[in-house]
Nanobody, 113 residues
Framework: HVELVESGGGMVQPGGSLRLSCTLS????????IHWYRQAPENSRGWVAE???????RYMDSVVGLFAVSRDNTKNTAYLQINSLRPEDTAVYYC???????WGKGTLVTVSA
């Protein structure tokens, strides 16, 4: 059974940071590109970042320099470090493996004073 599980979300004050994790089970992580998306309340899900098999990274324009995606294939896990959080970053964050058509259930990040 192949599964993606996100974790690491929570409530944080503006300016704070979190590290989100995305763990793939049931297969080997290093074969796949991994994407991060987010969905804010009453908004559609939008693409945030990607890390490829060879560790090339890409980001949506508004998070360049603020977010950082990485991976540890020995742990079958990808990470999204989110820094300088703003209230508009409040969302459920999802990871996705397009090659497997696989999504996790998401982890909620709330940025509030």
């Amino acid at each position: 059974h192949v599964e993606l599980v996100e974790s690491g979300g929570g409530m944080v004050q503006p300016g704070g940071s979190l590290r989100l994790s995305c763990t793939l089970s049931g297969t080997i992580c290093d074969r796949y590109n991994i994407h991060w998306y987010r969905q804010a309340p009453e908004n559609s899900r939008g693409w945030v970042a990607e890390i490829t098999r060879d560790r090339t990274t890409r980001y949506m324009d508004s998070v360049v320099g603020l977010f950082a995606v990485s991976r540890d294939n020995t742990k079958n896990t990808a990470y999204l470090q989110i820094n300088s959080l703003r209230p508009e970053d409040t969302a459920v964050y999802y990871c996705n493996v397009p090659a497997l058509s696989l999504w996790g259930k998401g982890t909620l990040v709330t940025v509030s004073a």
